[in-house]
């Protein structure tokens, strides 16, 4: 007998029946639920494909705009310090690589004297004297640099993923110590400089911080330049003055003692020996 025919059971037809009719029941039930589910995630799953390609865009932006405000090798500090603040460039530490940028050219221009931006002329080699910065705007620019290099500190202090940038900043604030005089200060920045570099164990950070602190005694020796208030002024020039009478004895005399070798000689006679 063939195998198929012993498997028939009574009543099969009807049980096959029941399943169908529960799973369309189940079908019927939970179909709408399980689409609308379906259908969030797939949006859910869009919108955060949509965000992702829009932070990336931002970052590109932002990058951008950095890398075109540090074209050219000679920056504009408010330029970059514009890019810093706004909320649009809060990306990947665009803000921090701004701020410390414009503290740089800050101090650069506190140490040669002449304002950021400025370019020698080619004709006579120097800076035209509206480009030169007096004691006040010097000051003023290292005021500057401080405030940015601190902006970045404050941002970063205490996070571990931009240690390197916290470092860069106290390194700054160091140096604005030095050209304020403040060795004290500077040498307290050069020690937190050493331990955060031994933290990370940055061997060549921790060496630079050790080396600046060491010469802080030399540099502390140094005078600063006098300013153009603290040289007395130069006595005026006085120059003789030459008078009539003075003028004989100031020409030189022939050998036969006449002042004009001229003199010597008769109107009337004549200097050739020919007749």
């Known amino acids: 007998m063939d195998d198929r025919q012993t498997q028939i059971r ?47 865009a931002q970052i590109d932006q932002a990058f951008n705009e950095y890398e075109s405000a540090i074209a050219g090798g000679n920056p504009s500090p408010s330029s970059l310090k514009t890019i810093a603040t706004e909320p649009s460039n809060d990306q990947k530490s665009v803000p921090e690589l701004a701020q410390l940028r414009a503290a740089d050219i800050y101090l650069q221009s506190f140490i040669v004297g002449v304002a950021p931006g400025a370019q020698l002329d080619p004709l006579t080699g120097t800076y035209a004297e509206t480009d030169l910065l007096d004691d006040t705007k010097r000051e003023q620019y290292l005021e500057e640099a401080r405030k940015s290099a601190q902006a970045v500190l404050d941002e970063t202090d205490g996070k571990p993923a931009k240690v390197v940038l916290t470092m860069q900043a106290v390194s700054r604030l160091a140096s604005v110590a030095e050209g304020k005089r403040d060795f004290a200060g500077a040498r307290s920045y050069y020690e937190r400089l050493q331990a955060l570099g031994e933290q990370q164990q940055f061997e060549p950070i921790v060496a630079f911080a050790k080396e600046r602190i060491a010469n802080l005694g030399t540099l502390e020796s140094i005078q600063p330049l006098p300013t153009n208030a603290d040289v007395p002024p130069l006595n005026p020039v006085v120059e003789p003055e030459l008078d009539e009478t003075s003028l004989p004895t100031a020409l030189p005399k022939t050998e036969t003692g006449s002042e004009d070798p001229a003199s010597d000689t008769d109107p009337g006679e004549t200097t050739s020996e020919n007749p």
């Open 10 to 56: 009574e009543g099969a037809g009807l049980e096959d029946s029941r399943l169908n009719k529960d799973f369309i029941e189940f079908l019927n039930k939970w179909s709408s639920p399980v689409l609308m589910v379906l259908a969030v995630a797939a949006l859910v799953y869009a919108g955060l494909g949509w965000m992702e390609r829009k932070k990336n």
